[in-house]
Nanobody, 128 residues
Framework: QVQLVESGGGLVQAGGSLRLSCAAS????????MGWFRQAPGKEREFVAA????????YYADSVKGRFTISRDNAKNTVYLQMDTLKPEDTADYYC?????????????????????WGQGTQVTVSS
């Protein structure tokens, strides 16, 4: 079992930055792929970013590529999402996910059903 706790959300002006953190507990963190999804009010949940167990490979949604960076510190059992040049359309609840079912192929990581564990979410609001 894995428990995920997100933090770092808040209110920021457009063009600003935030760093989200996700602290994992309950099993060997370094054995799990990790990622982030988000859901804006009235919209479907969407993939944001994912990172392999070792951190050697990362994957991003086109909408955040070049602005967001996912990273992890296995010694601290924590995954991060650095969000720069934020836009009002980035406003959403952000969810940490862990333990991808299967390898990083066919964009499996972009589907919410492919992940076994979810955090409770942290809210990000970007004002224009």
């Amino acid at each position: 079992q894995v428990q995920l706790v997100e933090s770092g959300g808040g209110l920021v002006q457009a063009g600003g930055s935030l760093r989200l953190s996700c602290a994992a507990s309950g099993r060997t963190f370094s054995s799990a792929a990790m990622g982030w999804f988000r859901q804006a009010p009235g919209k479907e949940r969407e993939f944001v970013a994912a990172i392999t167990r070792s951190g050697s490979s990362t994957y991003y949604a086109d909408s955040v590529k070049g602005r967001f960076t996912i990273s992890r510190d296995n010694a601290k059992n924590t995954v991060y999402l650095q969000m720069d040049t934020l836009k009002p359309e980035d406003t959403a609840d952000y969810y940490c996910v862990a333990d991808l079912q299967g390898p990083f192929i066919n964009r499996r990581y972009s589907r919410g059903s492919s992940w076994n564990y979810w955090g409770q979410g942290t809210q990000v609001t970007v004002s224009s």
